[in-house]
């Protein structure tokens, strides 16, 4: 058994749990409101004076489908009071929209990397991506210090695994930009290392010519070989 964390820590999901019930609940409620409001009422009025009339009308109400439907004699007047449907509606579709932003910072920290409103900037994106990203690396320390103290140390260790000298970490490998990336290649091939054709043009995306004519640019010459 691996005990992690204080007597109140109870995990990122333990603080996220309440908008979880709160938008299960809420499309429940949704589902309820466009089930009794979403079709439209059907309005059925039959002779109170003939015995058969009623049954005959229950019937063809009830065969027509699952859509609400009022059954009144003729003559009487019903009056429907209820508040309004497309305010109503909106309730639920912004009720659901806060609680799915909420979960979504809880875990994220942030929301522009998964849901975009509508407009917005590669600036905005960025600083987006850069909270998400400092919020895994967090996530990484954490897990590493379990890992090495926790696990290791009081666990692994005393139970004869050969760890002392050893050290857990994740293996993170660098982002490179296209155009880093290209150069980097081109600076291995200046240096005579031989690298396939079609190696180089499935790196970058681009497909191979094979035996098709070629548009070359006049400023570089076709590297062969290497050379």
Do not use: C
Request: hydrophobic residues 35%; without cysteine.
């Amino acid at each position: 058994m691996l005990e992690i964390g204080s007597t109140r820590f109870l995990g990122l999901y333990m603080k996220i749990a309440p908008y979880v019930l709160l938008k299960r609940n809420n499309l429940g409620d949704f589902a309820k409101f466009n089930e009794m409001f979403g079709m439209p009422l059907r309005w059925y009025e039959y002779d109170p004076h003939d015995p058969v009339s009623r049954n005959e009308v229950t019937k063809q109400a009830e065969a027509y489908g699952s859509a609400a439907y009022v059954l009144v004699p003729k003559g009487v007047t019903v009056k429907f009071l209820e508040a309004n449907k497309k305010g109503s509606s909106k309730t639920f579709s912004m009720l659901h929209d806060i609680l799915s932003h909420e979960i979504t910072v809880g875990v994220l920290g942030q929301t522009l990397t998964t849901h975009s409103p509508g407009s917005s900037s590669n600036a905005l994106g960025l600083v987006h991506y850069q909270v998400e990203e400092e919020l895994a690396q967090e996530d990484r320390l954490l897990a590493e210090l379990i890992m090495n103290h926790s696990l290791r140390r009081n666990i692994l260790i005393p139970h004869g695994y050969p760890l002392l000298q050893s050290r857990g970490s994740f293996k993170l490998s660098e982002e490179m930009s296209v155009e880093r990336k290209f150069e980097a290649w081109l600076a291995l091939l200046d240096k005579g290392l031989p690298i396939s054709e079609e190696d180089f043009y499935e790196e970058f995306g681009v497909p191979f010519p094979g035996s098709r004519p070629v548009v070359i640019s006049a400023q570089r010459k076709p590297r062969r070989n290497g050379k």
